[in-house]
């Protein structure tokens, strides 16, 4: 498999001394063979490393309900049904937590959109997606952002399965339908091609830098971090996806003596008008925009500075983007 993929695989954690596997796929990607390799074992799966090589593992392998489209993956990663009856009528509620993979030679930005067209259940019941609040998803390790109408702790409703996870609520599903039979959807990818320098030098609160259509304003300085506005310029115009334009791994700081230092996170630092409360959800490192606002603000956090005076803040600006539009159909997946 590695010599086919030009994959680095690394099994120095398995040990599957004489057990054999054999798999047949007539074309496919090394994501969708390493799933098949693993698929009904118990003790062996696998998982992306840094650098794109493969990790085997000694755990058990998810059968996640899966699509496969060129070097891409979309997967439902958590399904939530709920079955109600007042012993007069019984109604069905799902929700649905889904996940995309990519293979490590591609380098999109965090941050992708789904859209979905007309689902059905095996009862020929019409199905339609919406959000369930709005989540914008990192990739591969990052921050979640999950937006929920109401104050803090309220609204939601439901786990949210993983840090890479959007969930979406299904409507129109029958109560007695034991399966979804077809959900059909795109999920758009940006690529970055073009982007610009924003650098302070000698920031302070107030001090602004513009690039094209938008403003950056620095709004605080603390030992460890940096406050930022990022506002555009039309103010009529549609809101704006921020989780497309900031570089989440560019945002660095040189101290009063020449050293340098790359943000621990470059996250959002705001709640939003209208009651929307941004919760972050994962790991470290990501930055996420929310499509509702045309002003947001970011703090950039450094552990490292350890209270020395800041001389530059720089990061990326991402002024152009190549975006891909991967089709997918989740067919037959089978409700509890």
Known sequence: ????????????????EGETASLKLESGTAMQALDLLCAGRSNLSWEWKEGGAVKMTSSPHVAYPSVYSGPFKVY???????????????????????????????NPMKGVKFEFGKGVDDTGSELSVE????????????????VVQGALGGGGGGPTPDASAQVFSVKGLAPEAKSIKSLPG????????????????????????????????????????????????????????????LD?????????????????TLALAQ????????????????????ESSTETLYRATFSTVKGRDIETFTFRFIDRTLEKVVPFELRDVKLP
Not at 131 to 146: C, P
Not at 274 to 283: F, K, T
């Open 1 to 16: 498999l590695a010599a086919r993929s030009g994959l680095r695989i690394d099994a120095s954690a398995v040990k599957l």
């Open 76 to 106: 439902i990663s958590s399904l939530n049904i709920v079955r109600h009856t007042n012993f007069k009528e019984t109604t069905a509620t799902l929700s649905l937590g889904i996940s995309t993979l990519y293979e490590t030679h591609l």
């Open 131 to 146: 959000t369930s609040g709005e989540q914008i998803q990192a990739g591969a390790g990052g921050w979640a952002i999950q």
């Open 186 to 245: 795109t999920v758009t990818f940006s690529f970055p091609l073009e982007h610009t320098e924003i650098s302070f030098e000698s920031p302070s609160r107030g001090d602004t830098k513009e690039s094209g259509d938008f403003v950056f304003r620095i709004e605080k300085i603390e030992k460890n971090g940096i406050t930022f506005k990022v506002s555009s310029k039309k103010k009529d115009g549609p809101a704006i996806d921020m989780a497309r334009l």
């Open 248 to 264: 989440s791994e560019s945002a660095k700081a040189v101290d009063d003596e020449g050293k340098t230092h790359k943000a621990d």
């Open 271 to 290: 709640t939003n008008e209208g009651g929307m409360v941004i919760r972050m959800i994962g790991g470290a490192g990501g930055v996420f925009g929310v």
